[in-house]
């Protein structure tokens, strides 16, 4: 969508005021903690664009609160792997022997969207330092969040997405749907049967740049958009608007329990 078009089909400038109010309206809470999926252009016209979004976010959740936000960078795996698109195997080994090391600092994330990438460099966030999986923290638990993410098993037991589990934190789908849900990842490694795979991407060790090989899971996020339509049929979502997005909120703890039994049913 054109900025022009996106001017023509939002009615009146969205703020940093009226998307906190809208928040506000959807449910959102100071001293939530929150993990946020989103999409700029559903928003409409925004003053300010992602900051005045971020900010809103904040003013809302409070430093009392918590904002989490995914900072993927998919590229920061094996080429080997590649399929969308695949890069001819004589670059296989230039890649590994180049490609910078991941740091969490400087590397910017990929297809996470605007909103995700302003927070990731926005003052007093912090990030995690996996090198494909990583998620920005900002507000009262950000250390806690993102502290101590393991290599291994990208969105399992040692990641984010448990530590919010933890905090019985909560998810905002903001203009974006449940195939967008990374939370659901985690009850893919809490659910018996996973398919054991091999990952790799370049870190940073002791200041040096490594190519470190570590273990995860086979993942499908393709089945989350039927979990999430069964789940809202036993579990309340709040619904409505920020600006002109279309927005999901709830519990995250509920959600993962629900996808893990039904995972576990579909798997056998």
Known sequence: MSESQLIYETPFPRTRASLAKDLQHIGVVAGMTLIVHSSLRSIGWVSGGPVAVVQALMDVVTTEGTLVMP?????????????????????????????????PQITPSSFMGQIAETLRTWPDTMRSAHPQGSFAAWGKHADAITANHSINYSFGEDSPLARVYDLDGSVLLLGVGYDNCTSLHLAEYRTPGAIQVLQGAPILEHGQRVWKTYKDIEMDSETFPTIGQEFEQTKPVKTGKVGSAQVRLFPQRPIIDFAVQWLTQHRA
């Open 71 to 103: 900072t993927h960078t998919p590229g920061y795996s094996d080429p080997a792997q590649w399929e969308n698109p695949p890069v001819p195997q004589s670059w296989w080994q230039a890649i590994y022997d180049t490609m910078p090391a991941f740091d």
